[in-house]
């Protein structure tokens, strides 16, 4: 068994040295003399598929096969009289291996889009493994395999991940509502992804046996901002504690009067952090960091007064959001044309009325826009 056009092959049979080829053909290149009663053994993880004139003609399963024509029925179909007790058969076997590969790596090369209800538009990575086996040794060769002499899974794993991402795409848009809810739902997404799936593979001979979501996450920035909402919804929830707090105190200053200076001072003692704590998000709403010292100044200011720093204006591009120097006249971002905007308006999703371009909430139902 070499690599030479012309072969006599008498023992045909392939170990998998590599461990990650689906598919090995014999000889890898050109066609060999298959000569009358040559041995083919094809072990328990294997197929194999004799190719004639460049058409499967023969699967042959697990076992030892001698190949004549009282044993393959097909053979005289194909051969003519043997010359010099040699076949004039001039055809190549492929084995398949038909044993599960595991640990292939799928995920995105760059972020796609999903459309949030809690956060907007944010753009996810997502990684994770299959495994997969070749079912149809036929249907895998003629359709992804074709005259190659050597398969493996390197070659068939990026094309198959741009499969499970396209699929994972329009499955995270129909069944997760906020990546806030993904904890706990990766088994869940993993399980109908599978589903939804094995149909595209069954196309090619493939079975897809396991698909496991590794990881989903959103850029930095929404990161960040789901950290900043879970320290938020810590100090409501300490809040509301002082409150509950204060009032109990309260309470218990007027079933004993004579300790109710003593309970008035502890209940403005535990209301006072809340009150205070208010006053500081009051202000830290109104105020900025100015980019060239860092000081907080007024949000509204236009020059910081510590290093007389010019603060930006933003504008906002009203079909995407997006901030945009102030001079722009094209939004960066969906390609909007900001010099029209004046004569655009803003069509309200609730109730379809319309507003002006620069409108942040509905002037007929009240509703943000």
């Not at 009067?257 to 952090?273: E, R, T």
Request: hydrophobic share 40%; proline share 6%; aromatic share 8%.
């Amino acid at each position: 068994m070499g690599t030479n056009n012309l072969i006599f092959l008498e023992v045909i049979e392939w170990f998998d040295d590599r461990g990650n080829e689906l598919v090995h053909r014999i000889p890898e290149a050109g066609s060999g003399e298959i000569k009358l009663g040559a041995q083919l053994t094809v072990r328990e993880s294997q197929a194999a598929v004799l190719f004639y004139q460049g058409k499967a003609y023969d699967a042959f399963g697990p076992g030892r096969h001698t190949l004549v024509t009282a044993n393959i029925p097909i053979l005289t179909k194909v051969l003519s009289t043997p010359w010099a007790m040699k076949s004039p058969l001039r055809a190549e076997v492929y084995f398949t291996n038909m044993k599960v590969f595991t640990n292939l790596k799928w995920g995105t090369r760059d972020p796609v889009a999903f459309r949030d209800d809690e956060l907007g538009l944010v753009r996810l990575r997502a990684f994770g493994i299959f495994d997969i086996q070749v079912v149809q040794p036929v249907l895998f060769i003629n359709s992804i395999v074709g005259t190659q002499g050597i398969y493996t899974t390197d070659e068939i794993e990026e094309y198959l991940s741009r499969v499970i991402v396209s699929r994972f795409n329009d499955y995270l848009g129909e069944h997760l509502d906020s990546i806030l809810n993904l904890p706990g739902r990766y088994d869940e997404l993993a399980e109908g992804l599978t589903r939804r799936l094995r149909e595209d593979f069954s196309h090619y001979g493939l079975s897809l046996k396991n698909l496991y979501i590794n990881s989903i996450t959103p850029p930095p920035d929404v990161q960040k901002a789901i950290d900043d909402m879970g320290r938020l919804s810590v100090l409501k929830d300490l809040d509301s504690l002082l409150k509950m707090k204060a009032a109990m105190a309260m309470e218990k200053a007027s079933e004993n009067p004579s300790d109710a200076s003593n309970a008035m001072a502890m209940g403005l003692g535990f209301m006072m952090p809340s009150f205070f704590g208010g006053m500081l998000a009051q202000k830290q709403t109104i105020t900025q960091a100015c980019p060239e010292c860092g000081n907080q100044i007024p949000g509204d200011a236009k020059f910081c007064p510590y290093c007389g720093h010019q603060i930006v204006v933003f504008q906002q591009c009203p079909n995407c959001g997006k901030n945009l120097p102030p001079h722009a006249r094209f939004c960066i971002r969906c390609g909007f044309n900001l010099s029209d905007r004046a004569t655009q308006k803003k069509i309200c999703p609730h109730c379809s009325a319309e507003n002006l371009p620069e409108a942040v909430f509905c002037n007929n139902c009240g509703q943000r826009l």
